[in-house]
């Protein structure tokens, strides 16, 4: 006897938000990215001015997340042998654990590479003195980098390791009209024959302060 058989299944996740605590060096960008949304989302939850809103340590951000509903359907047919709807049964079961199975580890290498700390940026270099036109500048040359403060606000402590694999620790200090356009570009505050030769370079780098 031949059939049919039909399973339908419903899973819904319900739209939440969580609360979440400003941390120093913390911008709007680098919270939205952790928790994959948007600065535009966690604007509108918290009636912030707009993605550039100063926000402080141990200020308190509600974190809209996503919320989806998934629908599924399986038609299973049914055959005169119980074996062979046993061996399918099995065959699926083997393959939706092997699936799941690399799902997770790619997942695993995800979460490694999100909590490794490190990004990789565009770097460009420049001298303060020489940037201000001969009117002036209180930014020391070479000690800081410019950023876009939306991101990385005036104070954070970078650590930048460079092609060549040193390391520095620098403090942003500066900004510039080119970061508004550009988060993932830095700055470097060096004098300006260093600036000159260092020219244009990835580089990666971490917030640690």
């Given at each position: 006897m031949f059939g049919t058989l039909i399973g339908l299944g419903f899973t819904t996740i319900s739209a939440s938000a969580k609360e979440y605590t400003v941390k120093s060096g913390d911008s709007l960008w680098d919270i939205a990215k952790d928790n994959?949304?948007?600065?535009?989302?966690?604007?509108?939850?918290?009636?912030?001015?707009?993605?550039?809103?100063?926000i402080l340590p141990n200020q308190k951000l509600n974190i809209p997340t996503?919320?989806?509903?998934?629908?599924?359907?399986?038609?299973?047919?049914?055959?005169?042998?119980?074996?062979?709807?046993?061996?399918?049964s099995n065959a699926s079961s083997s393959s939706n654990t092997s699936t799941?199975?690399?799902?997770?580890?790619?997942?695993?290498?995800?979460?490694?590479?999100?909590?490794?700390?490190?990004?990789?940026?565009?770097?460009?270099?420049?001298?303060?003195?020489?940037?201000?036109?001969?009117?002036?500048?209180?930014?020391?040359?070479?000690?800081?980098?410019?950023?876009?403060?939306?991101?990385?606000?005036?104070?954070?402590q970078?650590?930048?390791?460079?092609?060549?694999?040193?390391?520095?620790?620098?403090?942003?200090?500066?900004?510039g009209t080119f970061t508004y356009s550009n988060p993932n570009q830095l700055d470097i505050s060096m004098t300006n024959s260093q600036a000159m030769q260092f020219g244009r370079q990835s580089i990666q780098v971490r917030v640690i302060g």
């Open positions: 994959n949304t948007s600065t535009k989302a966690i604007v509108d939850a918290n009636s912030l001015s707009s993605a550039s809103a100063v996503g919320a989806k509903a998934d629908k599924s359907s399986r038609i299973t047919p049914l055959t005169k042998s119980s074996s062979n709807a046993s061996s399918s799941a199975s690399n799902s997770s580890k790619a997942k695993q290498n995800d979460t490694k590479n999100a909590t490794s700390g490190w990004t990789t940026m565009v770097a460009t270099a420049y001298d303060p003195q020489v940037a201000a036109g001969g009117q002036g500048t209180s930014i020391p040359t070479g000690t800081g980098v410019a950023a876009a403060l939306d991101r990385y606000p005036k104070g954070t970078l650590e930048i390791k460079y092609q060549d694999g040193h390391t520095e620790n620098r403090v942003v200090n500066d900004t």
